[in-house]
T-cell receptor
């Protein structure tokens, strides 16, 4: 069974530029999460999708971050414009359901904003 | 608001020692609790999933327990090895389906 796929693995951009990350969840998984993990901290939930609908985006900085999950399969997370403090690893995870099922994570995208 | 805390933040032990990592959460209304391992520069690998109705789960040298009423979970690692060195994260699945993480425990097992 293929795992959660993310791309790119690494990205370096200048502040005020835009960047996009892509995630393809495990086939059949309805729930998809995007997390931000700053060095030395635990992952922080940015947005949770159930199929193609947003369940929770309360911690997503909506003035600069956006995410979509068209057709309820793969998803993109965009930052525009980027700030220095956005430097982090962006993790995508998926699970079959939103309650009692196991969550699986991709390898993450390491973003450096200079 | 659900908060998850992991103690200690870092732990260094000699090879062969048994050890316990702790995880506590503030709201006992959870679906399940999941323990993950994270190697430097990598994503998260799921180790154990404990449903809210369960008390413990075992996989090889790992044993995780859950006491939902007191808001605590422990991850027991038997006969630690240098290859166990990594950051260990616990996460609770809330009633709304959110997966909330602790800060992690960075484990170093010295040969």
């Amino acid at each position: 069974e293929a795992g959660v796929a993310q791309s790119p693995r690494y990205k370096i951009i200048e502040k005020r530029q835009s960047v996009a990350f892509w995630c393809n969840p495990i086939s059949g998984h309805a729930t998809l999460y995007w997390y931000q993990q700053i060095l030395g901290q635990g992952p922080k939930l940015l947005i949770q999708f159930q199929n193609n609908g947003v369940v929770d985006d309360s911690q997503l900085p909506k003035d600069r971050f956006s995410a979509e999950r068209l057709k309820g399969v793969d998803s993109t997370l965009k930052i525009q414009p980027a700030k220095l403090e956005d430097s982090a690893v962006y993790l995508c995870a998926s699970s079959f359901g939103h309650s009692n099922t196991e969550a699986f994570f991709g390898q993450g995208t390491r973003l450096t904003v200079v | 608001k659900q908060e998850v805390t992991q103690i200690p933040a870092a732990l260094s032990v000699p090879e062969g020692e048994n050890l316990v990592l702790n995880c506590s959460f503030t709201d006992s209304a959870i679906y399940n609790l999941q323990w993950f391992r994270q190697d430097p520069g990598k994503g998260l690998t799921s180790l154990l999933l404990i449903q809210s109705s369960q008390r413990e789960q075992t996989s090889g040298r790992l044993n995780a327990s859950l006491d939902k009423s007191s808001g605590r979970s422990t991850l027991y690692i038997a006969a630690s090895q240098p290859g166990d060195s990594a950051t260990y994260l616990c996460a609770v699945r809330t009633q709304g389906g959110k997966l909330i993480f602790g800060q992690g425990t960075e484990l170093s097992v010295k040969p």
